[in-house]
């Protein structure tokens, strides 16, 4: 799943670790700094892990950047990174950095900790429900942001959304992507969650049906509600089937975390993160009798979010 | 230095560890496999420790690569990985894939333990001697390697060597670059070193300047002796100042330890590697009082070198 757990000599104790690295989609280094931690500690998140231990920091420098570009950009990112690495309370220490022809940033999030402290994500129940920790649509944001400078682009989404609405939801998508899952990992304990992945690369549903192949029981996920940011759904929808936004298959990039969680203690989950953190939460599916399948019902009810930016 | 080391939570017990990842150098690619992971491993062996708890594998495939070409060579490099992380005793679980314009390769290494487990880098004494467990010259063999197919440049070289002698010397290149320092990271507990490093991208000088600048004591390195890979030393003379072999600074991938050891004790340890592995280690230096400076006596003795290549 979303990290991999290796029981250790030492008695009782498990290594928790991951390592995710990318390309850069937002053009503010230091948030792509932070996103990019954010993304990485996500997968322990996942896990019910909320301290980590340690981090290491993978950065691929452009050769095809000026000694200029190089010695602005590279120490924003990498403030980014380590300033998100001490929010969540841990500590950037090694790393390495090559030359590369594309940039790239990212890293590896490590933990040692007793089976209490992290959730295997393969224990939904029947009559669970799924939570989801923030909504969808980032990488149609950014995608629109980046049509304002190329005109046959924005012509296709123009009729449906203005400039404005771009520029705010990209805003929005940056802000999201570098939020922590850190306290969702927390009140997965307090509120008994039998299980998590984060939504990345292959969309909600792509990672729905992931977790659900991990269930122990004979169980499916059905989703009804997709919670997205307000405008993207209206602008994928206008792309034609180049997103699969509604169909769940648009990439996030350091989405929410999707957890299943016993239906009378979700309300009061979705309620603590939001007291704590100030953003919404979602109950957008149930757990029910099935053969590990995941899927989005054929009207999904889309639920439109602006989250406020701090 | 070459590993990270962060006290955990847990009484007493420490996170030992380190990435790297480079560019492919050899045209083989289970060998380069095998490198890559050998080289990622060796830094946890030059802080004495010998037992890697877990290992991600951090890939990068070229999207310039047809699908057969990647169908090929990717499945080799992860078994060349998978195999050597075999033979030291641990595992690849975890790691990621990325698609990427240069074909990457690398890992991370992770070890908890005690503090007994690992060696600090620092404790160098006067009195104490140098050993090196690997020669030099595998940089100077790979390129004269890539150069039997570039006449202008092997024309530079073809007075001093011949093809069979280029093409012996990057098989023992290979054979090295891929031999783990496992046994030597045994040995260093056993005879009481007092600090470590492995000898990589910034050549034996390098490495050797930024052990002695970790020192606690005031001491310095000087280094008599250069075992070199046969014929490596006349190729590289023959570049003029290309690759700083003689000088220190031709750089090595997987390169051997270079570690501080009692006077007393190193030949003990040179005779039990060589008995365990096969392999020659060599006393190159001494450590002296000094203002913890590392040079190369002005006339090196030049070790010949032919490893027996298993």
Same mark, same amino acid.
């Given at each position: 799943?979303?990290?991999?757990?290796?029981?250790?000599?030492?008695? &009782?104790?498990? !290594?928790?670790?991951?390592?995710?690295? %990318?390309? $850069?989609?937002?053009?503010? $280094?230091?948030?792509?700094?932070?996103? =990019?931690?954010?993304?990485?500690?996500?997968?322990?998140? @996942?896990? &019910?892990?909320?301290?980590?231990?340690?981090?290491?920091?993978?950065?691929?420098?452009?050769?095809?950047?000026?000694?200029?570009?190089?010695?602005?950009?590279?120490? !924003?990112?990498?403030?980014?990174?380590?300033?998100? +690495?001490?929010?969540?309370?841990?500590?950037?220490? &090694?790393?390495?950095?090559?030359?590369?022809?594309?940039?790239?940033?990212?890293?590896? =999030?490590?933990?040692?900790?007793?089976?209490?402290?992290?959730?295997?994500?393969?224990?939904?129940? #029947?009559?669970?429900?799924?939570?989801?920790?923030?909504?969808?649509?980032?990488?149609?944001?950014?995608?629109?942001?980046?049509?304002?400078?190329?005109?046959?682009?924005?012509?296709?989404?123009?009729?449906?959304?203005?400039?404005?609405? #771009?520029?705010?939801?990209?805003?929005?998508?940056?802000?999201?992507?570098?939020?922590?899952?850190?306290?969702? =990992?927390?009140?997965?304990?307090?509120?008994? =969650?039998?299980? *998590? /992945?984060?939504?990345?690369? %292959?969309?909600?549903?792509?990672?729905?049906?992931?977790?659900?192949?991990?269930?122990?029981?004979?169980?499916?996920? /059905?989703?009804?509600?997709?919670?997205?940011? +307000?405008?993207? *759904? @209206?602008?994928?929808?206008?792309? &034609?089937?180049?997103?699969?936004?509604?169909?769940?298959?648009? +990439?996030? /990039?350091?989405?929410?975390?999707?957890?299943?969680?016993?239906?009378?203690?979700? @309300?009061?989950?979705?309620?603590?993160?939001?007291?704590?953190?100030?953003?919404?939460?979602?109950?957008?599916?149930?757990?029910?009798?099935?053969?590990?399948?995941?899927?989005?019902?054929?009207?999904?009810?889309?639920?439109?979010?602006?989250?406020?930016?701090?």
């Amino acid at each position: 799943m979303d990290s991999c757990v290796v029981p250790l000599r030492q008695g &009782g104790l498990s !290594l928790v670790q991951t390592t995710d690295f %990318f390309y $850069p989609l937002v053009d503010d $280094p230091y948030m792509q700094g932070k996103i =990019a931690c954010a993304n990485v500690l996500s997968d322990l998140y @996942a896990m &019910g892990v909320k301290t980590c231990d340690n981090m290491l920091m993978l950065l691929g420098v452009s050769n095809k950047m000026s000694d200029k570009e190089r010695d602005t950009v590279v120490p !924003l990112i990498i403030r980014g990174f380590k300033d998100l +690495a001490e929010e969540a309370g841990t500590m950037v220490q &090694g790393g390495q950095t090559v030359l590369n022809p594309w940039v790239t940033i990212g890293g590896v =999030a490590t933990t040692v900790c007793p089976p209490n402290e992290f959730i295997e994500p393969g224990n939904a129940v #029947v009559g669970d429900v799924l939570v989801l920790t923030k909504p969808l649509g980032t990488q149609v944001a950014v995608n629109a942001h980046q049509w304002l400078d190329e005109p046959e682009r924005w012509n296709r989404i123009r009729l449906v959304v203005s400039e404005e609405d #771009v520029e705010m939801s990209y805003q929005v998508s940056m802000f999201l992507m570098s939020k922590l899952n850190r306290t969702a =990992a927390k009140l997965m304990h307090k509120y008994n =969650a039998h299980g *998590a /992945t984060d939504i990345t690369g %292959f969309g909600l549903l792509g990672h729905a049906k992931n977790l659900v192949q991990h269930q122990k029981n004979e169980v499916s996920f /059905t989703i009804h509600n997709l919670p997205v940011i +307000a405008k993207m *759904a @209206a602008v994928a929808k206008a792309c &034609g089937n180049m997103f699969q936004l509604l169909q769940g298959y648009s +990439a996030e /990039t350091s989405g929410g975390l999707l957890i299943c969680l016993p239906r009378e203690q979700a @309300a009061s989950f979705c309620k603590d993160i939001e007291s704590e953190d100030g953003l919404q939460s979602w109950i957008i599916g149930i757990v029910e009798k099935g053969q590990r399948k995941a899927r989005i019902i054929d009207k999904p009810r889309v639920i439109e979010v602006t989250p406020k930016i701090e």
